[in-house]
Structure formats: structure tokens, C-alpha cells
């Protein structure tokens, strides 16, 4: 069974890395300047600018 690829606010990371705010639909709703932000195994993720957004591993 593969990983999640999106993440919200308070999900635990499941690898070390760098991760991107996303919008809800990633295809169609780019963000200038998203956030990034740097976790550890089992860290928390923060919160995000908006409600409808999430987190997905910077690749």
C-alpha cells in the first residue's frame, strides 16, 4: 500500500524532507511563493495560509 501524497495540518510526516503548500487542486490553482517548510519523521505539520490548501513532499 503506497503513502499518502497530501498531508493537512496536524497530520504526522511520514519521512524526513522538505515539504510545499499545495492548493486544493494542484493542477489548476498554483500559489506564487508557496510555503516550505523542512520536517522530520513523525513531526507535525503546521498549519497552512488557507483552509483549503494542504502539504505534499517537495520532490
Same mark, same amino acid.
Given at each position: 500500500?503506497?503513502?499518502?501524497?497530501?498531508?493537512? @495540518?496536524?497530520d504526522?510526516?511520514?519521512?524526513? +524532507?522538505d515539504?510545499l503548500?499545495?492548493?486544493? #487542486?494542484?493542477?489548476?490553482m498554483?500559489i506564487n511563493? @508557496?510555503?516550505i517548510?523542512?520536517?522530520?519523521k +513523525?513531526?507535525t505539520?503546521?498549519?497552512?495560509? #488557507?483552509?483549503n490548501?494542504?502539504w505534499?513532499?517537495?520532490?
Amino acid at each position: 500500500m503506497g503513502e499518502w501524497s497530501q498531508f493537512s @495540518p496536524g497530520d504526522t510526516a511520514p519521512n524526513d +524532507g522538505d515539504y510545499l503548500e499545495i492548493g486544493e #487542486n494542484a493542477f489548476h490553482m498554483g500559489i506564487n511563493n @508557496p510555503k516550505i517548510i523542512t520536517l522530520k519523521k +513523525g513531526d507535525t505539520f503546521p498549519e497552512t495560509s #488557507n483552509h483549503n490548501r494542504k502539504w505534499k513532499r517537495k520532490y
